[in-house]
């Protein structure tokens, strides 16, 4: 069994800056992908960031700049580093990280349980 748990949501002000961390547990043999997504009220869940095996990282188009992504192989964790928040990253984040466990014959999709990021002054 694998476990995805994040931590790090709240409420911040405008322009100020939060960290989100997601670690990985169980019966993992391999991590390949991670990444996060978000989801605002009456809005459909959207790609904040992903980042490779190997480091590669890929953005949502209006994050750029704002939003730093980045790993640690050897704690099974993803970070998400937002700076200059805005009242409109309001969501609810998810972590998801692509994992070979040893119960399965193919890499799939995990998913955290969400962590609430409120910006509001």
């Known amino acids: 069994q694998v476990q995805l748990v994040e931590s790090g949501g709240g409420l911040v002000q405008p322009g100020e800056s939060l960290r989100l961390s997601c670690a990985a547990s169980g019966d993992i043999f391999s991590i390949h992908a991670m990444g996060w997504y978000r989801q605002a009220p009456g809005k459909q869940r959207e790609l904040v960031a992903v980042?490779?095996?190997?480091?590669?990282?890929n953005y949502a188009d209006s994050l750029k700049g704002r939003f730093t992504i980045s790993r640690d192989n050897t704690k099974n964790t993803v970070y998400l580093q937002m700076d200059n928040l805005k009242v409109e990253d309001t969501a609810v984040y998810y972590c998801t990280h692509r994992i070979l466990s040893y119960r399965d014959y193919a890499p799939r999709a995990y998913w955290g349980q969400g962590t609430q990021v409120t910006v509001s002054s």
């Open positions: 980042i490779t095996a190997d480091g590669g990282t």
